[in-house]
């Protein structure tokens, strides 16, 4: 099997720290509604999941769509009864993580940077808000590293083959490095390409699939980015 010439890379989760904060704003929703309703902590984010999933196909995703979803959210379950107040602090809570500095996660500079410079086409492909993530990528600093940046709307196996297409790049001489198996390895791995799967320590639900799903699928694990060089020698 020979080498891949083209490596993308996933950006939240797998570059920078991107899901705690989504973790720490819905641990303040739950709070928020608990003070309104009498419904458990498991309860109230199985409430929000579901608005969340069904908003996708009108807001996509991101901060602003889980914003949105909240609000809509604490509107359903206090049947109306949620104060502006509390509105506000929703508002207030994607606003503070619109603005938060961006933290690379450990030795992912140094891993691309060694990548250039075995004369490997470099990608990121990265999903959500296109605003929010053109500004997380020039906050990042890494942007001048890569060849090619992406953002899309959805990363399924229909968008990879159409962005390969585009570029004319055989599926065998691609690989997709990113934290989640729904959209950074099966899709990838389904079109005939290559994934490594790098797990963050949390993952939003709607992004988690059953291990069953994943069985038949031949990928690789790694415990952090710091691994990627040293495994891509042995591809």
Same mark, same amino acid.
């Given at each position: 099997m020979t080498p891949p010439r083209v490596i993308a890379f996933?950006?939240?989760?797998?570059?920078?720290r991107n899901e705690d904060q989504f973790s720490i704003s819905q641990e303040r929703f739950r709070s928020i509604i608990g003070a309104h309703v009498p419904l458990d902590?498991?309860?109230?984010?199985? %409430?929000?999941?579901?608005?969340?999933?069904?908003?996708?196909?009108?807001y996509g995703y991101g901060v602003k769509s889980f914003v949105l979803s909240m609000i809509e959210t604490a509107i359903t379950l206090t049947e109306g009864a949620i104060p502006a107040s509390d509105i506000k602090i929703l508002l207030q809570l994607g606003q503070q993580m619109l603005a938060l500095p961006i933290e690379l996660l450990g030795n992912v500079r140094e891993t691309i940077e060694e990548l250039r410079a075995g004369d490997r086409v470099i990608w990121l492909?990265?999903?959500?808000?296109?605003?929010?993530?053109?500004?997380?990528?020039?906050?990042?600093?890494?942007?001048?590293?890569?060849?090619?940046?992406?953002?899309v709307s959805e990363k399924n196996e229909a968008m990879y083959r159409r962005l390969l297409d585009q570029h004319g790049v055989d599926p065998a001489e691609f690989l997709m490095v990113g934290n989640t198996l729904r959209s950074d390895?099966?899709?990838?791995?389904?079109?005939?390409?290559?994934?490594? %799967?790098?797990?963050? %320590?949390v993952t939003w639900s709607h992004e988690t699939v059953e291990a069953a799903v994943a069985d038949g699928h031949s990928f690789l694990t790694l415990n952090h980015i710091g691994e990627l060089t040293a495994a891509l020698r042995q591809i």
């Open positions: 996933d950006g939240d989760d797998t570059l920078w902590f498991a309860a109230v984010n199985a %409430h929000l999941l579901e608005t969340e999933r069904r908003n996708l196909a009108i492909i990265t999903k959500g808000d296109l605003f929010d993530q053109e500004s997380k990528i020039a906050r990042s600093g890494l942007e001048p590293l890569f060849d090619r940046i992406e953002i390895v099966l899709p990838v791995v389904t079109l005939g390409a290559r994934a490594i %799967h790098i797990p963050y %320590h």
